[in-house]
Every structure is written in structure tokens, then in C-alpha cells.
């Protein structure tokens, strides 16, 4: 199918030690991206293991921070490199595979022709999925858009799920400052979805697979207990509270 599309698309992929996954991810985006992904970026947050060379050999280009430094702060990396090479819609999923490229028309659909200025994937609107979903996570999840519709006042059902795409004009407002040092973790993702809907912008959800793997599901997930938790939890406490801008 041939779109009608003017603006340019990046898919930017955040990954940490996603050998035997992160080529899969790369190749299922190609496939899946037909017209609407321009191109592929693979920010490798200080992985031990062959994730970088992974991604290249499957077609991405690729980004490499020397030593760990967060999700925030790799996603941070492929904004920068989205807005310095002209794109206008970043899409952005994990490199674990737990989120399907087929549906990225879902999400990029609305942002392309529907004037929408960010979208964030579902798992629990009508038409979403969990497949193989751990108790705690489901249960966590819940508590965490129960947390944001509290705060922000909207109609939210999936407020941590990285399955998104949204445009880049959003960072030109000068209150959505992304390049704060207290967001180099899980804090951006919240901080983003946080301020898109606290200025304004045309906000929605569209609903999205998120499969975990079977069995004893060790792996589906890189958050440390606590720590991580406050990571992502504390942008909503700072930014009510006018602690943090």
C-alpha cells in the first residue's frame, strides 16, 4: 500500500543486552513498516553483549552509549538524533520483542492523518491484548493509570506501556524540558505523556499487543524493585507538586 505521507517517521528502539531479540525486533519493524517507517534506530544504552552489531546486521542504524545510563536517556539520544535529521514523528517500542510492529499503524495512523500529536499503545482498551501478562504487572499497571487519570484528569488505561508514537513539535514548547538530568531513567516516559496532555496537545490511546514470554517469565522486564518503581512513579509526585518542571 502507498501512503500519502509528508512527514518523515523514525522508529527509535531503546535497548540493553537484547541479543537473540533485538535483530527480531529490526526485521519485524521492516516488514511491518512498509511506507510509514523511514527509518530505524537502535540506541544501545551500554549493552555487555552483541545487541549493537545485532541491529546493524538487521538494518538499523545504531547509537551506542559507552556505559549504562538509562531508558530516559536513550530515548532521549534518538530524539535528539530524530530532530537534528529533520523527522517529525518518532515511533518508539522496546527491543525485548513484547510489542508487535504490525500494529504500528495503530498508533502512527492517528499522529499522520488524524492531526493527533501523541498516541500512547494500550493493552487494555477494547481491542488491546496481554498475552501472558504476570499478575503483578497487571496489577501494577492498574494502580499507575488509576494514578494518572487521578492527576491529570484523563481518561487513561495504559499509562506505562512504551508502545507510543507522537510528533516532535511537541518539544519546541519551551516548558517540555526533556533534557533534565532527573530523567535519564524511567521518569522521561511518564514526564512526556505527563506534559502532552498538561499543554494541551491532542492526546489518545490505541490499543496494542503486549506478550510476555512463557513459562516462569524470568526477563520480561529490566526494573528494579523500589528503585525502579520510584523512577517511574515520581514524575507524577514532582511535577503536581511544581518540584520539578
Known amino acids: 500500500m ?3 505521507k509528508q512527514e518523515k517517521v523514525i522508529a527509535v528502539i531503546p535497548a540493553l543486552n537484547e541479543e537473540g531479540k533485538i535483530g527480531i525486533v529490526v526485521s519485524r519493524v521492516k516488514k511491518s513498516g512498509g511506507d510509514l517507517i523511514d527509518e530505524i534506530l537502535v540506541v544501545d544504552d551500554g549493552s555487555k553483549d552483541n545487541t549493537s552489531q545485532e541491529a546493524k ?8 552509549h559507552e556505559s549504562n545510563k538509562g531508558v530516559g536517556s536513550a530515548i532521549r539520544s534518538g530524539i535528539d538524533y530524530a530532530k537534528k535529521n529533520k523527522f517529525e514523528i518518532i515511533l518508539i517500542m522496546g527491543g525485548d520483542n513484547q510489542d508487535n510492529p504490525s500494529e504500528m499503524n495503530r498508533l ?3 499522529v499522520i492523518f488524524d492531526s493527533f500529536d501523541f498516541v500512547q499503545g494500550s493493552r487494555y482498551m477494547a481491542g488491546g491484548e496481554r498475552v501472558n501478562i504476570p499478575l503483578f504487572r497487571l496489577i501494577t499497571t492498574h494502580i499507575y493509570s488509576f494514578l494518572l487519570r487521578i492527576v491529570l484528569n484523563f481518561p487513561v488505561t495504559d499509562g506505562t506501556n512504551g508502545f507510543r508514537a507522537f510528533k516532535l513539535k511537541i518539544f519546541d514548547n519551551p516548558k517540555i524540558n526533556i533534557w ?20 494541551n496537545f491532542k492526546v489518545t490511546e490505541a490499543p496494542v499487543t ?3 514470554p512463557d513459562g516462569n517469565r524470568i526477563g520480561y522486564t529490566k526494573m528494579i524493585p523500589i528503585f ?12 503536581k507538586l511544581g518540584i520539578k518542571k
Open 2 to 4: 502507498i501512503l500519502n
Open 228 to 239: 525502579s518503581w520510584w523512577s517511574i512513579l515520581r514524575p507524577l509526585i514532582l511535577l
Open 210 to 212: 503486549k506478550s510476555y
Open 57 to 64: 546486521t538487521n538494518g538499523a542504524s545504531v547509537i551506542k
Open 108 to 110: 502512527l495512523f492517528p
Open 180 to 199: 533534565q538530568d532527573w530523567l535519564d531513567r524511567y521518569e522521561l516516559e511518564p514526564y512526556i505523556f505527563y506534559k502532552a496532555i498538561e499543554y
